[in-house]
């Protein structure tokens, strides 16, 4: 069994949260530009209900993105500075699978699409099947305007604020869409249940190596490289 802390603050959402022994414990608030000044005592708080220290613990997984370029920074560094301290592996989460997760528990349903609104008149997006409870990726997370935005063959329940832009997406993904449930955030608690497969396979990385994935700026350079 793993005791694995996961944070997340890529959205207007703050949360932490605790895989302890196959329990899971999760403080989740909606705190817009609250995030540096709460995150690090929601950790602390948590911990100390269960006496436990960061030393203790076998992993820190976070949020790494896509989202708020803000916030990534903030969970990233967050974490890196707690894994560092205490000598522990990184486990860097996708926002757009904890998503999926979060809502596959929900609903049930094994075809989802994650979009959040990455301002600028995009969104960032990715789809995902589920097999045995986990996403397995159908394409590469995006960010896209949202009239390009398109999806491999099937129908999906489709979650989180990228879908404010519904009405400007193509009428033949919407005929996709068989539900839109736009109030969904990155939840620590989906993060740390992803994180639990990557620590069991090994799938970890030093805390210099936990970096933040942006998707806009990773665009960016490909245009320039590609001019």
């Given at each position: ?25 999760e403080d989740f608030r909606v705190i817009p530009r609250q995030h540096t000044r709460e995150l690090l005592p929601m950790i602390s708080a948590l911990l100390d209900s269960h006496k436990l220290t ?174």
């Amino acid at each position: 069994m793993s005791r694995i802390l996961a944070l997340d603050t890529s959205t207007d959402a703050c949360s932490v949260a605790l895989l302890l022994d196959g329990e899971l414990f999760e403080d989740f608030r909606v705190i817009p530009r609250q995030h540096t000044r709460e995150l690090l005592p929601m950790i602390s708080a948590l911990l100390d209900s269960h006496k436990l220290t960061v030393a203790e613990l076998d992993a820190i997984a976070f949020g790494r993105g896509p989202g708020s370029f803000a916030g990534i920074r903030i969970a990233t560094g967050t974490a890196q500075g707690l894994a560092f301290a205490a000598g522990l592996p990184m486990l860097p989460v996708s926002t757009l699978a904890a998503m999926a997760l979060t809502q596959h528990q929900a609903s049930g349903c094994d075809q989802l699409v994650a979009a959040l609104d990455a301002r600028m008149d995009e969104i960032y997006a990715g789809a995902y099947r589920f097999k045995q409870g986990l996403p397995v990726e159908l394409q590469p997370e995006q960010v896209c305007a949202p009239a390009q935005l398109a999806l491999p063959a099937g129908r999906f329940v489709a979650t989180g604020s990228g879908f404010n832009y519904l009405d400007d997406m193509s009428a033949p993904l919407q005929a996709q869409l068989e539900t839109v449930i736009t109030e969904c955030y990155p939840r620590a608690g989906a993060m740390a249940l992803l994180a639990q497969g990557d620590w069991e396979a090994g799938r970890t990385v030093a805390p210099e190596q936990a970096l933040p994935v942006y998707l806009r700026d990773e665009v960016a350079w490909k245009k320039k490289d590609q001019q």
